[in-house]
């Protein structure tokens, strides 16, 4: 777990959108979606809940593998 304020990606529900506050140290497909654009400060949205997880990301849509989410830390809008 983090110490960092917020909440994993996979833990936020459909519809919810978010900010990247921190990226945990994982495998190589949380490096491909950084390589996509996945960087701390940039807005994500929930598509859908699930394994996969749907994010929106810079206005693609992008499956992230539970596993994965679970290493990224975002900050949730209100």
Do not use: F, K, W
């Not at 110490?3 to 996979?10: F, I, N, T």
């Not at 900010?19 to 598509?47: N, Q, S």
Request: with cysteine; glycine share 10%.
């Amino acid at each position: 777990m983090s110490h960092v304020p917020g909440q994993h990606l996979h833990e936020l529900p459909a519809g919810a959108r978010g900010v990247v506050r921190h990226i945990e140290p994982a495998d190589d497909a949380l490096y491909r979606l950084m390589a996509m654009g996945l960087c701390v400060g940039r807005e994500v949205e929930v598509i859908r809940q699930g394994n996969p997880l749907i994010v929106r990301l810079l206005g693609a849509r992008v499956g992230v593998a539970e596993r994965v989410a679970r290493h990224i830390v975002v900050e949730r809008h209100t």
